[in-house]
């Protein structure tokens, strides 16, 4: 389902942001953070990417939102189906620096 794809996407930010939290110490501020770690700081994937590519834009054609809530915690969502923010259809993944490691497998 179109929802089921935007948690997918959302989860691979949250990814994103715990390997930039690991290798930069702090939090990333916007999604262009996501995509390359600075040189020096390797993953071992190609070009040092990270797994944020492609447009990011929703299921729906809207924007992906990022916001930086805390020191600690970033709020990754979309607007859902009905395109409009803060609403209960609102797709929402939440990184949260303390609880980082509940996130490794």
Same mark, same amino acid.
């Given at each position: 389902? !179109?929802?089921?794809? $935007? !948690? ?10 715990? $390997?930039? $939290? ?9 999604? !262009? ?10 993953? +071992?994937?190609?070009?040092? +990417?990270?797994? =944020?590519?492609?447009?990011? =834009? ?11 809530? %805390?020191? +600690? %915690? =970033?709020?990754?969502? %979309? ?12 797709? =929402?993944?939440?990184?949260?620096? +303390?609880?980082?490691? !509940?996130?490794?497998?």
């Amino acid at each position: 389902s !179109e929802i089921h794809v $935007a !948690e997918v996407k959302l989860a691979n930010c949250r990814w994103a942001a715990l $390997a930039y $939290a690991l290798f930069m110490g702090k939090l990333p501020q916007t999604f !262009e953070d996501l995509r390359v770690l600075p040189d020096g700081y390797d993953l +071992q994937l190609p070009n040092n +990417q990270l797994p =944020i590519r492609g447009d990011l =834009i929703d299921p729906w054609d809207n924007p992906y939102r990022m916001e930086v809530v %805390s020191p +600690q %915690s =970033i709020k990754f969502s %979309s607007d859902g189906p009905d395109g409009k923010p803060d609403t209960e259809d609102d797709v =929402i993944v939440v990184f949260d620096r +303390q609880q980082r490691l !509940e996130m490794l497998p």
